[in-house]
């Protein structure tokens, strides 16, 4: 019976690691959100941040007006080319985990699926805008959107980051390292939430990123009220250990 018993503890000592730390991680923590429509996520971001009082964009901390306008040359980690930008630029939206990392496994991204009616392809986002519920859904999810200064024409979605073209603004690292623990948690998030494959390298470095700088009462505060909002939180933000038991994102 003794050896039976020891046969057992041995196996299990074996078996544990195989199975995985995602399957110690309860997914019925992580709810769906609500929102299908980026117009109206973008609409009650800005009511958010405005009843907040934080007038500030995410990477450069560049000051913002509740009319939506951005000073370049007012940013709270300092500012460059002054000369160069005097005048105001509008805010917009990002999505920090991008739209083409979330959409092109879709076939919407690619494929010939939105054909005008005058012959005219539409592929990318508009397309996927327009037949995708779930792309709906993942561009609608206000835990992956944050302020950032207007994109400049000459950027286009190339970058891994929403609003990376901000340093343009402002000096140092990028990102900063204040800040990427909330670039780690929208990241995860979005890939646990949407099954959203990450590079090995990737991952690893979004992890430590997590860790390195843990959720601030700002970050709390947004995923209450988007709670609100959307129905849902990002439980990262939560629990920040939960990050350890998903072995694979």
């Known amino acids: 019976m003794r050896a039976k018993l020891i046969f057992i503890f041995i196996l299990i000592i074996i078996c544990l690691p195989q199975l995985g730390y995602s399957q110690q991680l309860d997914s019925g923590e992580f709810l769906p959100s609500s929102l299908v429509s980026r117009e109206t996520a973008e609409k009650q971001l800005n009511r958010v941040y405005k009843l907040a009082g934080r007038f500030k964009t995410f990477h450069c901390g560049c000051a913002f007006d509740k009319i939506q306008q951005v000073s370049p040359n007012i940013c709270e980690r300092g500012s460059k080319n002054l000369l160069k930008n005097k005048d105001l630029r509008t805010l917009e939206w990002v999505a920090m985990m991008p739209e083409h990392v979330f ?19 539409v592929e990318g986002a508009r397309c996927c805008s327009e037949v995708s519920p779930k792309y709906k859904k993942m561009e609608s999810d206000m835990h992956n959107i944050f302020p950032a200064i207007n994109r400049p024409l000459s950027m286009e979605g190339s970058a891994l980051y929403g609003g990376m073209w901000e340093y343009e603004f402002c000096p140092g690292e990028k990102p900063a390292k204040s800040i990427r623990g909330n670039i780690a948690r929208a990241y995860l998030y979005m890939s646990y ?57």
């Open 193 to 249: 939430q949407y099954k959203i494959s990450l590079r090995e390298d990737q991952e690893d470095m979004l992890r430590k990123w997590h860790f390195e700088d843990p959720p601030d009462d700002w970050e709390e505060i947004r995923n209450d009220r988007i709670e609100a909002i959307q129905g849902n939180r990002n439980p990262f933000i939560d629990h920040p250990e939960w990050v350890e038991r998903v072995a694979d994102f």
């Open 103 to 121: 959409g092109k496994p879709l076939k919407c991204w690619t494929k010939n699926l939105c054909v005008r009616s005058d012959g005219i392809k």
